[in-house]
């Protein structure tokens, strides 16, 4: 897709608020542990938001509260004007593992979802074609997990995630099993869907370049307990190359985030001095 063919739709998603969020475990056990410390996010309808951080930072925990999968120990998170007080429906999610059913062809766990809710199957059918399609998956439909690359199956999940049209799509670490080509294409795929309808997308990631290469925003936090130490802006032209590791503003993007660590020595061998501004 070129820049020039590119025209940005109406976003589909919705603002989601994260409102004074924190989260400790063992509560009642004497030793309680602070995963996160409060938050406060706002996140604009259609935005491409990614959460980076070491280990343990409280990423996951923090899209698994904004699913309605865990409730946080303080605060609440409001989506489209709502508080989640369970798990929300009209929410994509996307994990590490393709989590595809093995006895399932590709096609039929692209339409589990449709299964599970008692949705009428011919609309999600027709939009699951689509997206086999656009992701150049025909051949695959009909295949079942143990028969697909790891690249192939990553890319089902993502068609699964995307099927049923969500305002909102929390991922955690989606690529992070794939190889490194793999894993730029399936980026790459990810932006192109994205464009076409532009729902709201937490993405939680290790990887700063994807996190750059993706966002609109991205929200850089600090080791247990998590808390946001930087919430940037990206405002890199879409849509992106493919690959963006010589472009200078890209770079001044990684540099920044990659100070941050090395000053709270999540890294080593990097000068820990100040952050860079992007132009």
């Known amino acids: 897709m070129s820049a020039a063919a590119l025209s940005l739709p109406e976003q589909s998603g919705v603002p989601i608020g994260i409102r004074n ?24 309808a259609g935005a491409f938001v990614s959460v980076v951080g070491a280990s343990g930072c409280g990423k996951s925990t923090l899209m698994l509260i904004a699913a309605g999968l865990l409730k946080p120990s303080s ?29 399932r062809t590709a096609f039929e766990n692209v339409m589990l979802h449709a299964d599970i809710r008692g949705l009428p199957r011919q609309p999600l059918e027709k939009r699951a074609r689509d997206l086999f399609a656009q992701l150049k998956l025909e051949h695959a439909m009909n295949k079942y997990p143990s028969q697909l690359s790891g690249g192939m199956r990553q890319r089902v999940s993502l068609i699964r995630t995307l099927v049923h049209d969500p305002a909102v799509i929390l991922m955690d670490e989606p690529f992070g099993a794939l190889d490194a080509l793999t894993r730029l294409q399936v980026r790459a795929d990810l932006e192109e869907l994205w464009l076409r309808r532009r729902p709201t997308v937490l993405f939680i990631t290790h990887s700063v370049e994807e996190a750059v290469g993706l966002s609109d925003r991205i929200l850089v936090m600090s080791p247990s307990p998590g808390e946001v130490i930087d919430d940037i802006q990206v405002s890199l032209p879409r849509p992106r190359p493919l690959v963006l590791g010589d472009a200078p503003e890209f770079t001044r993007y990684v540099d920044r985030i990659h100070r941050h660590f090395a000053r709270l020595g999540v890294l080593h061998g990097v000068e820990p001095g100040a952050a860079k501004e992007p132009a």
Do not use: M, W, Y
Not at 94 to 102: I, M, P, R, T
């Open 21 to 44: 969020v924190s989260k400790e475990f063992g509560e009642h056990s004497g030793k309680p542990f602070q995963a996160l410390k409060p938050l406060n996010v706002s996140i604009d």
């Open 75 to 103: 605060g609440e998170v409001v989506v489209d004007g709502r508080p989640v007080v369970k798990p929300i429906t009209d929410v994509g999610i996307a994990f590490q593992d393709h989590l595809l059913l093995e006895f």
